[in-house]
C-alpha cells in the first residue's frame, strides 16, 4: 500500500498526480455514468468505489460482474467510462467484458496490479496499483491498494469537477496519507487475531454484517473465510438481515460486524443488539476506544481511527487475518486454496 501510494500522493501540496488516468480525467468528469467490471474480490473494490464516487462527484456508478456483463446485451453508450479492476490482469470474463465495451465506444480504465498484463494493455488508460506480487491464490493486499486507487481517482475527479470543497479534499488526501501507519498498527494485533480463530475454528457457518462503505467489506470478509477456510460464509448488508437472513441466527452462529465509526454507527449497534437478543456470537470490528461496542460484543478487534471512505481500507484487514488463521488452524494450505486458481483464465 505504501508502494501504491508513494509519488502518486503529495498531500502537502494537495494534489495527486495519476499520470495514465489524468489524460481521461475530462471524460471522467463528464461521463454520464461510470461502469466498475471486475470479478471476486476486485469486484468487492468496485462496490467501495461506486460508494465513494458517487458521494465526492456525483457521478452515477454501476457495479457489474464481469462474467455476466460480458455475456448479456448491456447499454453501453458512445462515452461511457468504463473502469475493469482486476489484480492478475489476465481474468478471462474481465477482459471480454471490457474489449465488448470497446468495440461500443466506452472508455477503458484499467485498476490492475500486474504490470503489463492483457487488461491493462486492451484499457485506454489506468492506473496500477502497485501492490506487490500476491503470493496466496485468495486476493489480499490487492484488494487494499485497489481502494487506494480508486479513492485516488475519485478524489481527483471531484477535486476537478469542484464536487468536494477544498478542506473536505485536504483531508481526505492526508487520511490517505496516513493509511500505511495505521495498517502497521493494525498488525500488532495479530496474535489476538489467532486466538480468536482458535475459538471460532469450528463454526459450521458465519454470517458478516456491515452498512454503507463497510457493507462491502462485510462481502468480501465472507469470500475470503469460504476460500481460505472452506467455512460457509455469507455477507450481507447489516440492513437486510431482517428480510432473510436473522432466520440463521441461534448461539451457533459467529457474526462479524463491521462497525468502525462512521455515519452509519449507531444503526449497525441496533443491528448488534438484535443479534445478541438471538444469542448469536457477536465479534465486533470496532474503532479504537469504542466502549459501547465493546460492552455489546462477545469479542472486538480494534482499528485505528479513520475517515469513512477510507476506513475499508483498514477494516479488511482483520477479516483477511481471521480467514488465514481459521485456514491454518484447520491445517489447510492456505496459500493455494483447493480449487481456485490465480487467475481465471477461461
Ligand atoms: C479475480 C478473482 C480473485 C479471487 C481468485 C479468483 O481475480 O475472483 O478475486 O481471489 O483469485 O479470481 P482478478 O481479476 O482480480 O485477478
Redesign the pocket.
Known sequence: IYDCLRGRLDATAGTITMSGVEKYAEQIMNANRIVMV??????HAGLVAEYIFEELCRINVEVEYASEFRYRNPVINKGDVIIA???????AD?LVAIENAKAKGAIILGVV?VVGSS?ARISDAGAYTHAGPEIG???TK?FTAQLAVLTMIALKVAHMKGSIDQQRYIHLLKELDAIPEKVTRLLEQEEQIKKLAEKYKDAQDFLFLGRGYNFPVALEGA?KLK?ISYIHAEGYPAAEMKHGPIALVDENLPVVFIATKDSYHEKVISNMQEIKARKGKVIAIITEGDEHSTALANDVIVVPEADEIVAPMLSTIPTQLLAYYIGVAKDFDVDKPRN?????TV
Do not use: D, P, R, Y
Open positions: 471486475a470479478c471476486g474480490t476486485s469486484w479492476i482486476s489484480q492478475s490482469g489476465e481474468t474481465t496490479n487488461i491464490v485468495a486476493s490487492a469470500l476460500e481456485l486458481a490465480k487467475s481465471v
